[in-house]
């Protein structure tokens, strides 16, 4: 197949194709006065070639414009705000954290200063961090999939509900009995508090599980790499989810309390004194109320979540969460579905407080072009 610049004919600017030995088009080529034979002509004139490099060239600033619209949306910026939130307030609480899983999961002391003085004995002061590499890997995405998800879901509810009370709810058909959902009558804090919940489980369950592993038996699994790998060849994919079924059961009253609470008095307490917007140390203070509620409803369960994640550890894994909540009673009485509460109030009321303080400070940062009036 050969290229050669055409004769000008009739003025155009031509681009000939020429196949050798095809017999394509002689009677046409003769019947034109170029004089080609055997040539299948192709003609470009100059002025289209200048359209086809322009629709090109907008082609690639609307993929560039469409990459930059992206990354400066809204929900990216709430992603953004979530995962800087988490990060930070993770690398300031890591060894309540720490604390809070050996007590959780029943190894050393039961009591928060003993526990203290064991790890520094056992691994000194960077004991307190243990795993907290995985942690801030794992909070990172949680963080920014949760708060986004709020965020977004809130919205949406909002959005839906509104055209809702214009358009009528939605109407299931039973028989001849026509049935419509009172979807106006729910929540949007709390659905999206219970969808930020069960995104953020299922899709970072796996760090939290390697997490809680380094935490409790650094021997066993020295490193994250390490963990990952020993927990998938002895246990599967099934190890990397141990765990899950009480995770999401205990997530959706957490969560849901969580986010409800949150914004519930946020939203009462601006009213009340008529802001429009609070400071650091009151979102410190309703951030790390709203923690401790909601924990405290769900403890328990956390408890529960806790043993089936390390049980393996032991030798004496519990196959479901309700086998896990009646050996805590069995081994403790009904206190053990609370032990460790203490130190998990002292890791999530500060942490709650923490996080929501720093969530809308970078709001306020990344989002300051998006709320302010325009004309």
């Known amino acids: 197949m050969g290229f050669q610049d055409a004769p000008s004919c009739g003025g155009g600017s031509l681009a000939s194709v020429g196949f050798a030995g095809a017999g394509v088009g002689t009677r046409g080529a003769a019947a034109g006065s170029c004089g080609y034979k055997d040539l299948l002509v192709m003609a470009l004139p100059k002025d289209d070639d200048a359209k086809v490099v322009e629709a090109i060239g907008t082609g690639l600033l609307d993929v560039g414009e469409a990459v930059r619209t992206f990354f400066m949306s809204r929900e990216i910026r709430e992603f953004t705000s979530g995962a800087l939130a988490g990060a930070m307030s993770k690398a300031i609480l890591a060894p309540l954290e720490t604390i809070r899983t050996r007590m959780v999961v029943g190894v050393g002391s039961k009591h928060i200063g003993g526990s203290l003085v064991e790890i520094m004995e056992q691994t000194g002061w960077r004991g307190l961090w243990v795993g907290n590499t995985i942690n801030m890997i794992r909070i990172i995405p949680t963080q920014a999939i949760e708060l986004g998800t709020f965020e977004y879901v809130k919205r949406g509810m909002k959005s839906a509900q509104e055209k809702w009370k214009e358009d009528g709810c939605p109407k299931i058909q039973l028989g001849r009995m026509e049935i419509e959902l009172p979807l106006h009558l729910l929540s949007p804090v709390a659905i999206a508090g219970a969808a930020a919940g069960i995104a953020g489980a299922l899709v970072c369950h796996p760090l939290e599980v390697v997490k809680d592993r380094l935490t409790v038996d650094r021997v066993l699994y ?114 053990g579905m609370y032990r460790g509460w203490g130190a998990s109030c002292l890791k999530v009321m500060p942490n709650s407080g923490i996080t929501w303080m720093f969530y809308e400070a970078w709001k306020d940062i990344l989002l300051a072009d998006k709320d302010k009036p325009h004309d």
């Open 222 to 335: 020295p490193s994250m790499s390490l963990a990952l790998s020993k927990i998938y060849q002895t246990e599967g994919i099934r190890g990397l989810y141990s765990g899950l079924c009480p995770t999401l059961v205990g997530m959706l009253p957490y969560s849901t309390c969580y986010y409800f609470m949150y914004d519930t008095i946020k939203t009462s307490y601006c009213r009340l004194h008529r802001k429009k917007s609070l400071s650091r140390p009151e979102l410190l203070i309703i951030g790390a109320l709203t923690g401790l509620t909601a924990s405290t409803i769900s403890f328990p369960l956390e408890v529960a979540r806790k043993r089936l994640m390390v049980g393996t550890l032991q030798g004496k894994c519990p196959p479901n969460m309700v086998a896990a909540l009646a050996e805590a009673v069995r081994e403790e009485g009904l206190l």
